[in-house]
């Protein structure tokens, strides 16, 4: 860091893609198991937030024979080898808000017709930024916060067994939990972002579905900076 580091900001409306590096046996060949394609609607110091509409096209992990990761048995659902296949996200839009350098995203739910139905604290790297957009690694372990503030941890099965096959060691699994608990701190006092007022935002109905280019993976997750 020199102290005038330029940082490229996004404008509203710039598509870019949201990414996470694969942790199991991968046999992509590029190290990037889930991409998303979402529209930029700020890109600050505070804060970055992107949405991903219904019907978008997406990269997610299967096992190499095809099998859905939630569908394989936790026990080798981490040790079997993975790949990747292209899908459209059929839920609802997803807002996601991170502010650089946090080690976690917050993603907004809602159900059909706009009614709000929760964050989700996705534990995560502190992403990397690369021209094409951003770069993290999952860290398994999730926290839902609801409306009436009531949180819970999500995921606790998976972090277990992550740590059991040893994709997270005891010194990286005690930064994920410490981080899991700095979020509930927040949530706790209602702090950004849920404090925000997100739940009332919209996106802008003439923005395009973002499309699934054919170069997605042309910047390894090892390179992307
Ligand atoms: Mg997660």
């Not at 509409?53 to 992990?61: D, I, W």
């Not at 080898?81 to 350098?101: F, M, N, Q, S, Y």
């Not at 009614?115 to 996705?122: L, R």
């Not at 992403?127 to 009436?148: C, K, M, N, Q, Y």
Request: net charge negative; charged share 25%.
């Amino acid at each position: 860091m020199t102290g005038t580091e330029r940082i490229e900001r996004w404008s509203p409306g710039d598509q870019i893609l949201w990414r996470y590096r694969c942790h199991a046996p991968d046999l992509t060949g590029h190290g990037i198991e889930i991409c998303r394609p979402v529209t930029v609607v700020r890109d600050t110091d505070e804060v970055i937030a992107v949405w991903m509409a219904p019907g978008t096209e997406c990269v997610k992990p299967v096992l190499a024979d095809g099998t859905p990761v939630h569908e394989q048995p936790l026990a080798t659902r981490y040790t079997a080898p993975r790949t990747v296949v292209r899908d459209r996200w059929w839920g609802t839009g997803v807002l996601k808000l991170a502010r650089p350098g946090e080690p976690w995203s917050v993603w907004l739910f809602w159900d059909p017709g706009w009614q709000f139905k929760s964050w989700y604290v996705n534990l995560e790297e502190p992403r990397t930024r690369w021209a094409g957009g951003i770069d993290s690694e999952d860290h398994f372990l999730d926290i839902s916060v609801f409306p009436d503030r009531q949180w819970v941890w999500r995921d606790e099965d998976e972090f277990a067994e992550a740590q059991r096959v040893g994709l997270i060691g005891p010194e990286k699994a005690r930064r994920v939990r410490s981080a899991g608990q700095e979020a509930l701190g927040v949530i706790q006092e209602w702090g950004s972002p849920f404090r925000d007022d997100w739940q009332r935002w919209r996106p802008d109905p003439a923005w395009p579905v973002p499309e699934l280019p054919a170069d997605w993976a042309s910047v390894p997750a090892r390179l992307a900076s």
